[in-house]
């Protein structure tokens, strides 16, 4: 079946503007979340979204935001875009969210480059 | 959360057997030990997990230390393609979907 599909790959902005990035889960999951990663920070969590409601949320200010949609696909916004939100953006999607055994698959991600 | 600490970084020789420690040391009773690895260029692919027994499977071995508080994974003979960043997370079902990641290990594999 097909992967986690992340759109675009690769993203360069200017500062100030707005992304919107997309995730498309493995179908039959219900769950996404997000994650950025940085060579100063690593990986560090976002959000997560389970049935179009958002579930939990790191420590990232109201710029970033998302959703979820009926289809469980994803898209998560950056508003007034900074250099520092120069990361590679993760997706990863899971069948449930409960379970802490269920295996979560990620997407190749979306490469933004603020300039 | 629970933390985990690992090595920065290990080197290995082609199809020679790799270990790769985790401590979690403030490990719960109800925290499942899962092992992800990050290829060059790609996202995070999970690896193995495991609660108290040692497992078993087509990528790899994870051994648990009985108190728990550590735990090591094993590639039984490291390729080209294992070279990789390790990571050791901690999950419980209070956490979600929400994956906490240390720095991991990157793993070098020599020819």
């Known amino acids: 079946k097909a992967g986690v599909t992340q759109t675009p790959r690769y993203l360069i902005k200017t500062r100030g503007q707005q992304v919107t990035l997309s995730c498309s889960p493995i179908s039959g999951h219900r769950s996404v979340s997000w994650y950025q990663q940085t060579p100063g920070q690593g990986l560090q969590f976002l959000f997560e979204?389970?049935?179009?409601?958002?579930?939990n949320k790191g420590n990232f200010p109201g710029r970033f935001s998302g959703r979820q949609f009926s289809n469980s696909r994803s898209e998560m916004n950056v508003s007034t875009l900074e250099l520092g939100d120069s990361a590679l953006y993760l997706c990863?999607?899971?069948?449930?969210?409960?379970?802490?055994?269920?295996?979560?698959?990620f997407g190749q991600g979306t490469r933004l480059t603020v300039v | 959360d629970a933390k985990t600490t690992q090595p920065n970084s290990m080197e290995s020789n082609e199809e020679e057997p790799v270990h790769l420690p985790c401590n979690h040391s403030?490990?719960?009773?109800?925290?499942?030990i899962h092992w992800y690895r990050q290829l060059p260029s790609q996202g995070p692919e999970y690896v193995i997990h495991?609660?108290?027994s040692n497992v078993n499977n087509r990528m790899a071995s994870l051994a648990i230390a009985e108190d728990r508080k550590s735990s090591t994974l094993i590639l039984h003979r490291a390729t080209l393609r294992d070279a990789a960043v390790y990571y050791c997370i901690l999950r419980d079902v209070a956490y979600g979907q929400n994956f906490v990641f240390g720095p991991g290990t990157r793993l070098s594999v020599l020819p």
């Open positions: 979204y389970f049935s179009e409601t958002q579930r």
């Open positions: 990863a999607s899971s069948l449930n969210r409960v379970s802490p055994t269920t295996e979560a698959f």
């Open positions: 495991g609660l108290t």
């Open positions: 403030t490990i719960s009773g109800t925290d499942y």
